[in-house]
């Protein structure tokens, strides 16, 4: 699945852990962060598009990428802001 970053100015907020790590390896920007430590929703510019081929298992994406993304992610959702 061919995404571009660029396409949508559409800000969503994604609770979902491996959805926002997915959303970041492909090269979304990660606008911001709210919530407490541990309740953390991550602020994405991403097309609907892209969350549904998340939830419809079409992506594929690095697994190294991947688990990088996610654990910088996951060191973020306890750091406290």
Request: without cysteine; hydrophobic residues 40%.
């Amino acid at each position: 699945m061919k995404t571009d970053p660029k396409a949508s100015d559409i800000v969503r907020r994604i609770s979902d852990l491996q959805l926002a790590t997915t959303v970041r390896v492909l090269g979304y920007p990660l606008v911001g962060v709210e919530g407490p430590p541990h309740r953390r929703i991550f602020l994405f510019q991403v097309p609907e598009e892209v969350v549904l081929a998340y939830y419809s298992d079409e992506i594929q994406v690095s697994p190294r990428k991947l688990f990088g993304a996610y654990r910088d992610l996951r060191g973020l959702a306890v750091q406290t802001l």
